[in-house]
């Protein structure tokens, strides 16, 4: 059972604005960063945003996150056919000394 | 740039011992954090371990007494061992480099099969 609590599916049309949700608790997002990760299917998962908000050279600034709490964001904003993918979170676990993740949010661009 | 390559066998007799080795190009062992993880076909993300040259290693406590993750620095590789397998632990393997806590580049992954 995942650590990290993801809804496992959102959709959205060309150029709408997506937001995917992920919730912890205070050993992991409360107390660390958030991170994400982009899987095509087939695919190895990709560093998409580390540190709550950062974008990796190359990811383009449609993509934004956000941290409040025991919670995070990651916001895809202009969609387009190529984000389609699973997103997952990912946040350091004080308890596991390890990183935890959540489900996996399994977008479709309709 | 950083690139990986999981290699090993992709089948495994239940009971036996899995071996992944992770052969890193583009960067130094020594200068990182390298970690395991493993995906269940159709599933989500787990973290299996880390390991760092210079000493540090830490691993998932579910795994933790099955797991060796260990750095071959004469071949710029990082090794994963998995005793004891059985189906549950049929997944695609992947490492991937660790910066501070997050995990910038990831290999393309090994499907295992744990299977007789």
């Known amino acids: 059972q995942p650590v990290l609590t993801q809804p496992p599916s959102a959709s959205g049309t060309p150029g709408q604005t997506v937001t995917i949700s992920c919730s912890g608790s205070g050993s992991n997002i409360g107390g660390n960063t958030v991170d994400w990760y982009q899987q095509v299917p087939g695919m190895a998962p990709k560093l998409l945003m580390y540190t709550n908000s950062q974008r990796p050279s190359g990811v383009p600034d449609r993509f934004s996150g956000s941290k409040s709490g025991t919670s995070a964001s990651l916001a895809i904003s202009g969609l387009q056919s190529e984000d389609e993918a699973d997103y997952y979170c990912a946040a350091w676990d004080d308890s596991l000394h390890g990183p935890v993740f959540g489900g996996g949010t399994k977008l479709t661009v309709l | 740039q950083v690139q990986l390559q999981e290699s090993g066998p992709g089948l495994v007799k239940p009971s036996e011992t899995l071996t992944l080795t992770c052969t890193v190009s583009g960067a130094s062992i020594t200068d990182s954090y390298w970690s395991w993880f493993r995906q269940p076909p159709g599933k989500g993300l787990e973290w299996i371990g880390y390991?760092?040259?210079?000493?540090?290693?830490n691993k998932n406590p579910s795994l933790k007494s099955r797991v060796s993750i260990s750095l071959d620095r004469s071949n710029n590789q990082v090794s994963l061992k998995m005793n004891s397998v059985t189906a549950a632990d049929t997944a695609i393997y992947y490492c991937a480099r660790q910066i501070r806590r997050y995990f910038d580049w990831w290999g393309q992954g090994a499907l295992v099969t744990v299977s007789s």
């Open positions: 390991t760092y040259y210079h000493g540090s290693t």
